[in-house]
């Protein structure tokens, strides 16, 4: 059973920066992708960042640049550092890990641009 618990969210203003956290519990961390979404009221889920077990990322086209994305395999835990937030940032950020086509999700963290 794998467990995910975000942590790192809040209210920031315009331009600031906030790092998300998402710690893993179970086994499997080092060799899954992971993911962090997000979901903005009124819109559908989308990637944010992804990275691969070996360490490669990818990001969507609205946070390039911005965001990074890394993962601590020793402490089971994935990052999002997110810098000159933008208030389209707002939403809620979820954790995904993915494991030979499981799917598993944390509860999620509220991120606020605003000022």
């Known amino acids: 059973q794998v467990q995910l618990v975000e942590s790192g969210g809040g209210l920031v203003q315009p331009g600031g920066s906030l790092r998300l956290s998402c710690a893993a519990s179970g086994s499997i961390f080092s060799i899954s992708a992971m993911g962090w979404y997000r979901q903005a009221p009124g819109k559908q889920r989308e990637l944010v960042a992804a990275?691969?077990?070996?360490?490669?990322?990818n990001y969507a086209d609205s946070v390039k640049g911005r965001f990074t994305i890394s993962r601590d395999n020793a402490k089971n835990t994935v990052y999002l550092q997110m810098n000159s937030l933008k208030p389209e940032d707002t939403a809620f950020y979820y954790c995904?890990?993915?494991?030979?086509?499981?799917?598993?999700w944390g509860q999620g963290t509220q991120v606020i641009v605003s000022s």
């Open positions: 990275i691969t077990s070996g360490g490669s990322t």
């Open positions: 995904n890990l993915g494991f030979f086509g499981n799917s598993y």
